[in-house]
């Protein structure tokens, strides 16, 4: 599968297989004018080392995102990081010895996928319906591993605009996972990278907002509202996993880079950032529905894919004669990729599904690509 994905990288192919957000949309005379005031005002310290938890200003610019999703936090409760990514390596350093169980969404974020295996992680992944992670299975495997005397170390979920999956967590769903964490003393970690990406509908508090901080580990990152480029996000968890977590930073990178810290910080103090996030969410509304037009033109009948209200991915999933794997082999000849659902199970699962992106490719590309998909799957249906 590596091989595979390492091919979609081709100039020539229409990638609907990454999660890039859109950056030409950034305005360049923006990013020239913060860098210039960096060099200009604080060109030694962009250039220096930085504390470990993250520069204070950092902070401030945390803590107004994290409040423009209802939750509440201070300085002392966050440490930034090299993307969000590094949040779930950390919170994988801090807990995980080889053989403990984490449990997650099936399917799951495939780029935590290495993660966990990287920790040999026994990974345990409970399926989702419309609604998200199915809470009643949850509920029902917690039980099953306390029999065999197997305490996972946290539950790891993604609950607004799923990766890969698209969907949802629903309100209720939300507080009965807090209150499970609550009731069996087990940690959350909530990754929400999109929650600022709603197209329709209403936003629904994140864990961390019901559970006021006790159980539920954030991660946060600026990818997905300002650039993946800067290579910044942040944990937001409750004292004595942040303090482990500061150390587990420390031996890996010592501090995040201070000249993306100041980048944020002084866009933050310069240009009203929601009006940004507000252009991404026009630009990618109108990518998704140029993503389900062509899916209902081009896949088969037989075919389903999820209707996320934000976000930047739907889950397809062909009959299960289809192995989407050697469909991805077959559709690179076609100069179109994607990815292979089982990239986001750990256990072989996904075979017949696939994760398709709207974000980063303009509405043309999603019409040409998903039509390309639709005629290699049209061959193998035909086969
Ligand atoms: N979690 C999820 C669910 C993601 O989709 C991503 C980015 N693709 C990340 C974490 C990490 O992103 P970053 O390191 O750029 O913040």
């Known amino acids: 599968m590596r091989d595979l994905m390492a091919l979609t990288e081709?100039?020539?192919?229409?990638?609907?297989?990454?999660?890039?957000?859109?950056?030409?949309?950034?305005?360049?005379?923006?990013?020239?004018?913060?860098?210039?005031?960096?060099?200009?005002?604080?060109?030694?310290?962009?250039?220096?080392?930085?504390?470990?938890?993250?520069?204070?200003?950092?902070?401030?610019?945390?803590?107004?995102?994290?409040?423009?999703?209802?939750?509440?936090?201070?300085?002392?409760?966050?440490?930034?990081?090299?993307?969000?990514?590094?949040?779930?390596?950390?919170?994988?350093?801090?807990?995980?010895?080889?053989?403990?169980?984490?449990?997650?969404?099936?399917?799951?974020?495939?780029?935590?996928?290495?993660?966990?295996?990287?920790?040999?992680?026994?990974?345990?992944?409970?399926?989702?319906?419309?609604?998200?992670?199915?809470?009643?299975?949850?509920?029902?495997?917690?039980?099953?591993?306390?029999?065999?005397?197997?305490?996972?170390?946290?539950?790891?979920?993604?609950?607004?605009?799923?990766?890969?999956?698209?969907?949802?967590?629903?309100?209720?769903?939300?507080?009965?996972?807090?209150?499970i964490a609550h009731e069996r003393e087990l940690l959350v970690l909530e990754d929400n990278p999109y929650g600022m990406l709603r197209y329709e509908g209403e936003a629904l508090p994140p864990l961390y907002a019901l559970d006021g901080g006790e159980f539920v580990i954030y991660l946060g990152t600026f990818s997905k509202i300002l650039s993946p480029g800067i290579r910044l996000g942040w944990a937001a968890a409750p004292q004595p996993v942040l303090q482990k977590m500061n150390i587990g930073k420390a031996a890996a990178d010592l501090c995040s880079s201070s000249m993306t810290q100041l980048f944020v910080a002084n866009y933050f103090a310069s240009v009203d950032w929601r009006r940004y996030v507000e252009s991404l969410r026009d630009i990618y509304r109108h990518r998704r529905d140029a993503m389900f037009d062509a899916l209902a033109e081009h896949f088969p009948r037989e075919a389903q894919w999820t209707r996320p209200e934000g976000g930047m991915f739907i889950w397809a999933t062909l009959p299960d004669y289809i192995d989407t794997t050697d469909l991805l082999a077959r559709a690179l000849r076609e100069n179109v990729a994607f990815v292979p659902g089982r990239a986001a199970y750990l256990d072989g699962r996904g075979g017949s599904s696939m994760r398709l992106n709207f974000s980063g490719v303009s509405e043309h590309d999603i019409r040409e690509g998903i039509r390309r998909i639709g005629a290699v799957i049209a061959e193998q249906v035909a086969l």
């Open 10 to 179: 081709r100039a020539e192919v229409i990638s609907l297989a990454g999660g890039l957000p859109d950056t030409a949309s950034f305005p360049p005379a923006t990013y020239a004018s913060v860098m210039d005031r960096i060099a200009l005002e604080a060109c030694a310290r962009a250039l220096q080392y930085g504390p470990t938890e993250g520069m204070s200003a950092m902070a401030d610019c945390i803590i107004d995102v994290m409040a423009g999703e209802g939750m509440h936090v201070t300085g002392d409760d966050l440490l930034v990081t090299t993307g969000g990514q590094q949040v779930i390596d950390l919170v994988c350093k801090t807990l995980i010895d080889p053989g403990d169980v984490i449990v997650a969404e099936g399917p799951t974020y495939p780029g935590a996928v290495p993660t966990f295996s990287s920790y040999q992680a026994d990974v345990v992944q409970i399926p989702m319906d419309a609604d998200g992670m199915r809470v009643d299975e949850l509920e029902e495997t917690l039980d099953r591993l306390e029999r065999e005397g197997r305490r996972p170390k946290f539950i790891y979920t993604i609950p607004t605009f799923q990766n890969p999956g698209g969907v949802t967590m629903s309100l209720p769903r939300r507080e009965r996972i807090v209150r």
